[in-house]
């Protein structure tokens, strides 16, 4: 019986599985550590099947080859897995650690051994096994060895698509600015790259939940004018200018803030604000309704696990606002929560 794996963030184990259930019950939870989850799947699942299955709390999936506990026979293993597609086309290599076992911490513990294996597969590879450049491209085969503790790997396969992040582990290279003072600019900026948005200098954009201001700052480098909505000051940084953009603050709850507060025009509705979404969005329909915007990029915190059940919802809120394309996805930098971005608006 074949068995899929999926990468998730530490944390978001039990939200994967409530996500599962609900849309394949015939998927059975099966092995698992912190930040990743197995599932037993019928035989008529495929390794083209997994590839292309849809899960919001997982940043890589694919079918499961085998667990190994001997890294010295790593090699061997990596050239049987390749093996059936020898003469096929390079395979791309994404050789990648777990999170962390707690959920608060970024650290990568096993992120230097991953390099070392990383390294040691491609010299032992013959020529030709792998592309050179780990940036998959869609319908590109995947070879997915996840590192898993300081003995332990997970070989599995994909076929990327492109949905998909087509980075080892779901990891963006990002080059952040110095001294960015949150991490909402790591999940606004990879949120960008995952949609192939580009916010256009002189556009404006409304940011709610802005403090500390890593999303507004994101957003100032662009060349944008943003209105941050938050009762708690930004890093000082941003009403200094920091930037080639401009940034103006509203201090006071989102709940406070009438429409007329805003932009008569903006393009950009950037949220992330420290509730659930059934208290977010009504405030994004009361401020984003009748507006034209080139994009909506909704952090939604699953602060509940039954937050896994209303994915469908949200997906349909924001179609009701008029937007044709909408894509729901768990980033690298996402901690309890997922992206919502949704563009294409209709009128």
């Not at 450049?133 to 396969?157: I, K, N, W, Y």
Request: charged letters at 25%; hydrophobic letters at 40%.
């Amino acid at each position: 019986m074949p068995y899929a794996f999926v990468v998730t963030r530490t944390g978001c184990e039990a939200l994967l599985k409530r996500e599962v259930s609900r849309t394949r019950p015939e998927f059975r939870p099966a092995f698992s550590r912190k930040g990743l989850v197995t599932f037993r799947v019928p035989e008529e699942e495929t390794l083209e099947t997994l590839s292309r299955w849809p899960v919001i709390f997982g940043r890589v999936r694919g079918l499961t080859l085998r667990r190994i506990d001997d890294l010295a026979g790593l090699p061997a293993a990596v050239a049987e897995a390749v093996a059936p597609w020898r003469g096929k086309g390079p395979v791309r290599l994404h050789v990648f650690d777990r999170d962390g076992d707690d959920p608060r911490d970024d650290r990568r513990p096993f992120q230097d051994l991953a390099r070392t294996l990383r390294d040691r597969l491609r010299e032992s590879a013959p020529p030709g096994t792998f592309h050179g450049d780990a940036t998959a491209r869609v319908e590109d085969l995947v070879l997915d060895v996840l590192v898993m503790g300081p003995r332990e790997v997970l070989l599995g396969l994909h076929r990327h698509h492109g949905d998909q992040s087509p980075h080892p582990g779901a990891c963006p290279p990002l080059e952040p600015p110095a001294a960015v003072p949150s991490r909402a600019w790591w999940k606004l900026e990879e949120a960008l790259l995952r949609t192939g948005l580009h916010p256009r200098a002189g556009e404006k954009a409304v940011d709610l939940g802005c403090s500390p201001g890593g999303a507004s700052l994101a957003l100032m480098h662009r060349g944008l004018e943003v209105w941050g909505v938050d009762p708690t000051p930004v890093d000082p940084s941003l009403v200094l200018g920091n930037g080639p953009g401009r940034f103006t603050q509203i201090q006071r709850p989102v709940q406070a803030v009438h429409p007329g507060d805003l932009p008569r025009e903006f393009q950009w509705m950037v949220v992330d604000i420290n509730e659930g979404p059934d208290r977010v969005l009504p405030e994004v329909r009361r401020l984003a309704q009748g507006r034209h915007l080139r994009g909506l990029l909704v952090t939604v915190k699953a602060n509940r696990l039954e937050v896994a059940d209303r994915i469908p919802i949200i997906e349909a809120f924001l179609r009701d606002l008029g937007f044709r394309q909408v894509r729901l996805f768990q980033g690298y930098h996402h901690h309890r929560e997922f992206m919502a971005a949704a563009w294409g608006q209709r009128g």
